[in-house]
């Protein structure tokens, strides 16, 4: 019984469906997953829906970028109530802050050459939050990238010349926001961003686990986070940060898994929460 914590769809910046990715879980054997879609929630209902027929667990989550001493700190929110209107709101004013960036990223591609128009990244892009990669995606259909990575790595990469930040909480924040919203924060993939300094600072406000298993992690680095999870008694999660077929760097899915038991960790840690919080109780009609 293995579960896949952390995966990403056409609601964010992955390339396949809700629905598709299910399929695709089912397929390999799992017998949850988790959709952390970037500052969206869009895709968790369609995926659900598909893990019923298909019996798989859909876990409710979102993955938040925030920045801490100037790196990019990633944080996974498991089991949120996804009908919370002011997290709702808050992932809002993120995707947002993403669609300005997109307007001027577009502005300095145009400088550089690139007739990238607002609306087909939009297009491409659908309803839910849009990012890099779909500027990216829109740069190869220009010709003048021959793939994803090659935009990524010449132009809209940190430092290259058509790069924009984007507008990021703090993570003691983002845990804030995770844990107002009934769940349970999990710092992500901390092995790419070299903070770990953060991680005892963010445990008095909510942080809960680390995502020990990463594709991006090397032994080295699992053997350390579990080793701190250990230390803190935190929860140890994985994934596999799927985000489709079509990169060539791409992750599978399933690549990093969890056993089952790692899920029903998350949902205890979910109902503490929310009992201290007092959310869920005491229901008024
Ligand atoms: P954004 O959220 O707009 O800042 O874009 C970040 C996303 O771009 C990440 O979540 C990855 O999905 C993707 N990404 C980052 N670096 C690369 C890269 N070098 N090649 C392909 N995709 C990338
Ligand atoms: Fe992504
Ligand atoms: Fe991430
Ligand atoms: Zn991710």
């Known amino acids: 019984m293995l579960a896949d914590l952390h995966v990403h769809t056409t609601a964010s910046d992955g390339t396949e469906s809700p629905a598709e990715v299910v399929a695709r879980a089912s397929s390999i054997g799992l017998a949850a997953l988790a959709i952390a879609d970037h500052d969206t929630l869009e895709g968790i209902m369609p995926a659900v829906e598909e893990g019923r027929l298909r019996k798989v667990e859909v876990i409710p989550a979102i993955e938040l970028g925030t920045e801490y001493n100037g790196k990019e700190i990633h944080l996974l929110g498991y089991l949120i109530d996804i009908n919370d209107s002011v997290l709702q709101e808050e992932l809002g004013f993120f995707r947002n802050t993403r669609r300005d960036r997109v307007g001027r990223i577009i502005n300095r591609l145009s400088r550089l050459g690139f007739p990238v128009t607002r609306e087909r990244v939009m297009e491409i892009a659908g309803s839910g939050s849009v990012g890099r990669p779909h500027i990216a995606r829109a740069m190869v259909e220009t010709g003048r990238v021959a793939t994803v990575e090659e935009a990524f790595d010449r132009y809209i990469s940190e430092g290259k010349p058509g790069f924009e930040p984007r507008v990021k909480c703090s993570p003691a924040q983002g845990v804030g926001i ?108």
């Open 178 to 285: 995770i844990r107002r919203a009934g769940g349970v924060p999990v710092l992500a993939h901390p092995g790419l961003a070299d903070a770990d300094d953060l991680i005892k600072a963010l445990i008095p406000g909510g942080l809960a686990g680390i995502e020990v298993y990463h594709p991006g992690h090397t032994p080295k680095m699992v053997s350390h986070y579990l080793e701190v999870c250990g230390r803190h008694g935190l929860v140890a999660t994985g994934g596999s940060d799927y985000h489709g077929m079509e990169n060539r760097k791409h992750n599978l899915l399933g690549a990093c898994t969890v056993q089952y038991r790692v899920v029903g960790l998350l949902k205890e840690l979910a109902a503490k929460s929310r009992a201290a919080t007092g959310r869920g109780q005491g229901g008024t009609c």
